[in-house]
């Protein structure tokens, strides 16, 4: 868990300070590919708190999530079709999701942590 968290602070340290910019005509496109990285996150986060993490179904999730979710936003751009709406509310239903799993999770170890102290 501490190399997840470092990580993720390494990364956006680095997000922060690279000057990368991108065309705002691809920020549809981005933004829920964006979404769809964070519910695999979430989901990871979730998968090692169970003691369940697979490094392979997390990498393959985190990137074929992004590039479905992408594509569904495109295909939808080019039908005239919102269909990046159907990646919104999967994707965002998901995240919440897992963010209440995590911490029910995190909630219910604390818990029994302190049964234990109490019953010694």
């Known amino acids: 868990m501490f190399f997840a968290l470092m990580g993720i602070l390494i990364g956006a340290i680095i997000g922060f300070l690279l000057p990368f910019t991108y065309n705002t005509t691809y920020s549809l496109y981005i933004s829920v590919a964006i979404l769809a990285c964070l519910d695999s996150v979430f989901g990871g986060i979730k998968a090692n708190l169970e003691k369940n993490f697979d490094i392979n179904i997390f990498i393959s999730g985190f990137f074929g999530n992004a590039i479905l979710a992408a594509f569904l936003a495109y295909i939808g751009d080019r039908l005239g079709v ?10 965002g239903g998901r995240l919440f999701e897992n963010f ?17 102290l109490d019953l010694n």
């Open 100 to 116: 209440a799993a995590i911490r029910r999770l995190l909630l219910f170890k604390k818990r029994t942590k302190k049964d234990e």
């Open 82 to 91: 919102p269909l990046y709406y159907a990646a919104i509310f999967t994707f």
